[in-house]
């Protein structure tokens, strides 16, 4: 461990309890230089001021500068404790200008999760329990026990404080460290602990290559085949023949990518039950759409389109029909037929459609040089009226625009000619 902090400015959560203050010690051995943060969360009374009196006693005696923290609200739950602990943890990071903020998760923590995620029916991510490395964030005693801890501080006449509501039952996790583990390791496997940890090590690394794979899958299934990065608030599309041959272990984490990305990065809410039906959505027709949490998922004529909540309105409006050289299609909503001719210059899949949340058009200005402009501004600078706006019929593939039947007409000015006949 020497050489791997040495030099490090760490900033260690510390609590006072067997596992953070074995860590500030052994990384301050390690040669790291070490600062400390203290979150009083004020749940315990008298216990937790003691917990901090304790803390800050240590700190003096050690030479080590400490930043306390206390909590602004009387009651929470663990979720909540654990966010407010780390924001705390990250403001004394940069307080101290540290590179690192180090907490004392151990290995039979580590086993503890595992079960209660397992529990909980988690996949493979959830199954490989703590992560050593979040960030800014380190466990170095990830795949340290309990008992070697507390035997390191025995062996060192280093005090620590007992947490009393570690041997309350009333907590999901101290049922599963004081009562389902010892029966493990009593009835099944005495290592059962090391076991655990042991086996969540490997499916980190199964998972970790497995989302590498699935973010090039990812790419891959992207409507357009990444002709142009997705911009602003257009619409996100996968192709959905693509999907639908991934494996499912692939194709579920696209599909929860997927749903990220139009949920600005959030899959709160989102279980495997969300994603199987986006993945039904995929082998399904048109004109199905599934409503997720936050997220609207449409398929037409072969792409599933991610709309978010905000802009899920959109995808009702209008209408979309493909488009293939040689073929009229008539569009009764306007009353007009459009024939694409042999040859023509654009990409595929093509549809005729009415406008979506971020489509946009190339144009050339004066220099010749392109410039990519959003149809929302195209419709005010050339003052078509709102109400006309979405009836006006697109040629477009995924959130470009091709041409604009409005008038006599604009087209992208990448391509020549317009390729089609309007009757």
């Known amino acids: 461990m020497r050489d791997k902090y040495s030099g490090d400015d760490i900033v260690v959560g510390l609590s006072g309890g067997a596992d953070s203050v074995a860590l500030l010690f052994v990384l301050r051995e390690a040669g790291a230089r070490v600062f400390a943060a203290h979150v009083n969360h004020g749940l315990r009374g008298e216990e937790s001021e003691r917990d901090e009196a304790f803390v800050r006693d240590l700190c003096a005696r050690e030479g080590i500068e400490l930043r306390v923290f206390r909590a602004s609200f009387d009651k929470f739950s663990e979720e909540e404790g654990r966010i ?22 151990n290995a039979d923590d580590n086993a503890e999760t595992v079960l209660m995620n397992l529990c909980r029916g988690a996949g ?6 703590i992560p050593p490395i979040s960030g800014a964030i380190i466990r170095p005693l990830l795949e340290v026990s309990r008992a070697e801890i507390e035997a390191f501080l025995h062996e060192r006449g280093i005090e620590f404080l007992v947490d009393s509501t570690n041997s309350s039952n009333d907590f999901a996790r101290n049922r599963v460290r004081n009562k389902i583990i010892p029966a493990l390791e009593a009835e099944i496997n005495s290592g059962a602990r090391a076991a655990i940890a042991r086996a969540a090590g490997i499916l980190r690394g199964d998972c970790d290559f497995i989302e590498g794979v699935a973010r090039e899958a990812y790419a891959e299934c992207m409507a357009g085949g990444g002709m142009s990065p997705r911009t602003g608030d257009s619409p996100l599309c996968l192709c959905a023949d693509k999907l639908a041959v991934l494996h499912d272990a692939i194709a579920a984490r696209v599909v929860r990518r997927a749903i990220a990305e139009a949920r600005r990065q959030d899959l709160t809410d989102i279980s495997q039950v969300h994603v199987a039906a986006v993945m039904e959505l995929a082998r399904g027709g048109s004109g199905r759409e ?8 449409v398929w037409q004529y072969g792409v599933l389109i991610f709309y978010a909540a905000e802009n899920a309105a959109a995808e009702n409006a209008g209408f979309c029909y493909e488009i293939t050289s040689g073929v009229c299609v008539f569009v009764p909503e306007i009353g007009k037929e459009f024939t694409l001719l042999h040859g023509h210059p654009y990409p595929e899949p093509l549809f005729l459609r009415t406008r979506r949340p971020g489509d946009k058009i190339t144009f050339k200005n004066a220099d010749g040089k392109f410039f990519t402009k959003k149809l929302q501004d195209y419709f005010t600078d050339e003052k078509i009226p709102r109400r006309k706006r979405d009836e006006i019929p697109l040629l ?11 008038g006599k007409g604009r087209g992208d000015a990448r391509f020549e000619g317009g390729g089609f006949v309007v009757s």
Request: proline letters at 2%.
């Open 396 to 406: 477009a593939h995924g959130g470009e625009v091709f041409w604009i039947f409005a």
């Open 290 to 297: 599934v409503h997720l949490p936050g997220c609207v998922v």
């Open 84 to 105: 407010a602990r780390y924001r705390f943890f990250e403001q004394a990071r940069l307080d101290f200008n540290a590179r690192k903020i180090a907490v004392g998760h």
């Open 124 to 129: 493979l991510r959830g199954l490989g329990g």
